[in-house]
């Protein structure tokens, strides 16, 4: 059986160390000229900066010898050949075959790939056909009108990657392209506000759901079937109307849905990994099937970053032994991630989902209790309103939390006074950044407030209550462009970094058998 | 100087009864058949059950305990009576006025009470006037879009509000009635993606700002004007065109917005607490005056509530005493609010402000450093949403969390299968809450797994992944419908939550000083 990560020599190594780093204010360590030097990488179209994170170089060789010690250079090829890592449900997790189109000598083995080239050629044909206004409803109008039923990983990947290409200078939907609806929850109110807006004969409707029972998804199904009915579709057309995506055609074609618009997936693709597959459909008629691709090979050179640059120069690795460092070490229970990107709205909830689905877990891989913290708690959203919101809490609270903050450099919106928004957007970026790291002690406050004029007596009640500690680590992921690329390369670190932590921590990422009580409990309800 | 909130009697009496309390699972305190008697409150149209929180009737009284040694009744009535609580800004906080329309002796006073109503006349007359198609803009075509620009507490307020009064049975905002939009975060596509939506001319614009300083609306509103001198709006009409509610109307008006569209409120209105005033105006136009008086009186009705129930019976009392507990005692660092109605999308959001915003403190009253750990992370969303993403770390991490789940017992959609998709809800409402307190042992575990015909090494080796432990603490609120008097006791009842736990925990709960620096330091980011 593996060992416990707590006993793995490197761990005890880091914990020797982490009194006197976790005492090093981050206000000191920032005045090191020489931390630039060690602190950024580039790769895939992606820059980490990781200088306001609480390391020193003495930190992050063993963080580095821990991933060795735990694994993660062989499992990570273990991951990428396809084997069944994903051992309570005897699967591999192949997410990177989906973004491997291309590729002559794929690891995880030609059959594989020939599947999803296939299915991926269909989908982008499929889109196109939309797109192009070529589908034509019962009426015979073109379909102008998509809407995406799906809920958890059937709808926030597609969803944010839609979102995000309609706030990309680099893709730029046109107005003759179809509008793409998103509903998810079951109260019918969601769905209603959305069928106010399509026009029946000229609304296609697409079904996600990778086992095809999902209760939610089918009850919204049954809705919209209804809907069409009532607005004069005859049944015998229906089938122009709806399509599905789905691991489970069979139970598709029990619903009637027609095979030519059944598009299929894996097993092996997790719900929270599916974004690049079949089940990005919305996303690539709203975004268009060349963004799609940019977007796969965005990940596909993340993931040849990860299998083959240097510990030092690796971000997916870095960005999980950070995270290690910050949730073992210094007992960081949260981790916000803030976007300063409007298009990247919906990043930081796919990302949680992403997270905490995956290692929110307390067995090893033998089912031994867990004997360290796994997954933080991942919140955040927009940058830019929560400062204005909660971001109070993260400068002045009781609670730590360690911070991503997701930045692009030239956010390039159609408006004539562009870039005096941009210059906004940019400013808060850096300035959040270094107040939560740097701080201002009391003796600052007291003379800045005796500065402003302030009645000594009032200066010194005053100061304490506008004394900010700092040391709240962060790091900065910028990319030039939110193009398709940068964004495919951002999900895949992501992945990779989460996998990376869960090889260190010893628990399954690609399992959830969490939501199944829940689930069994809602049945039981049933009348 | 007031003592530290450990060194109350009561605190040390809880501290003596934690132990105990925290190691009896929720499966045993649920056996109890009498437990319901106890742990059931009704008032202002809402239900408290908190039956699922791991309480029993000596801690609940030494909560009460605390609440009156920490002064909670004191300063009740200090708050009410508009005394200046905000002692780091030497103001009240006076919230409740806004909504105390029509009462005979307001504590606050006739003066302030009169202010307030005059104001509240002036936007719902205002907001009639739009919904009727009376503004004309500068073609002298009736204004039929309206555009609200703030961020913060100008944005999550009245945009929480405007979507849930759209799902709301019982307002129904009409087909002729004005779209709103909201728009708080600078990058420019926030804004762009708005501005093709609507016709410059048919279009009013709100510029929300409590300062009329910040940067973000501020750069937005340039980009409006913009835009309306674009589209062919001569200078002199703009004024047609744009109001502006803030409680620094000078500024306003040197922004050369017109004093019949100035609408304003007081400093002594937090942001976070401002939905109740003119800030509401985009809410009153979507949702309608009278809609909004009922959201009004809902709120008063709770601030009826929570001066005159008694302690065991007090809601807003009990959610705070039972946040300490959580928090304080059982040292849960983060509070989940998992809302099941789609109409309450953006509850959470708006809670997370204010809570985090006014209790997220390190310093005492007096300066002193804080003793205690203070407000917690909030975070989560629509329930349904999260039981596809994040609830698996609820149900499996190793983070503790503590859960408020919203509910709606006829949520009534206009769809024709509406009552499958409400009976969907409601089983899921009370699946999740039986599910984290209940969990599943392992016994139960593997002698479901046989029954269910798997291979005995199977059914040992995957049991321990398929195990709950259960234990999760959480407590429902609950209404017949979203009606405004509902959501106005609801939120109503949040804020005096928050006002709770700020006088237990012996801090400010209405400033705001750790937004300064990050504002200093942009500013001086700029060229």
Known sequence: MDPKPTQLAAWKRIQGLTEEAAQEHLRHLLRDPDRARWTRVEAAGLQLDFSHQ?????????????????????????????????TTEGRPALHPALRGQGQAHPPWGQHIQAEVDVELERCLAFASTVRARELLGWSDKPIDTVINLGIGGSDLGPRMVSEAMACSPAVRPLPQHPTVHYVSNPDGWALAHVLRQCAADRTLLIVQSKSFTTQETLTLFASVRRWFLDSGCPEECIGRHVAAVTANPSKAEAHGIARDKTFHFWEWVGGRYSVWSAIGLPAMISAGPEAFREFLAGGAAMDQHFQTAPPAQNIPLLLGLLGVWNRNFLRTPTHHIAAYAYGLQRFT??????????????????????????????????????????????????HPSSIDFIGVQSLGSPLPLGGDHDHVVAINFQAQQDA????????????????????????????????????????????????????????????????????????????????????????????
């Open 54 to 86: 609480k390391v020193n170089p003495a930190i992050l060789e063993q963080l580095t010898a821990l991933a060795d010690e735990a694994g993660v250079f062989e499992r990570r090829a273990s991951l990428f050949a396809g084997e069944p890592i994903n």
């Open 349 to 398: 909830a796919f990302i949680q989902q992403m997270d905490m689905e995956s290692n929110g877990k307390r067995v090893h891989l033998d089912g031994s209790p867990i004997g360290v913290l796994t997954g933080p708690i991942v919140w955040g959203g927009l940058g830019i309103d929560g400062q204005h919101a909660y971001f109070q809490l993260l400068h002045q609270g009781t």
């Open 436 to 527: 939560l790291a740097l701080g201002r002690t009391h003796a600052e406050t007291l003379a800045l407030l005796r500065e402003q004029g302030m009645a000594e007596d009032d200066a010194v009640r005053l100061a304490p209550h506008r004394v900010f500690d700092g040391d709240v680590p962060s790091l900065a992921i910028t990319m030039k462009q939110l193009t398709p690329q940068a964004l495919g390369a951002l999900v895949a670190a992501y992945e990779h970094k989460v996998f990376v932590q869960s090889v260190v921590w010893n628990i399954n990422a690609y399992d959830q058998w969490g939501v199944e009580l829940g689930k069994t409990m809602a049945k039981a309800l049933e009348p």
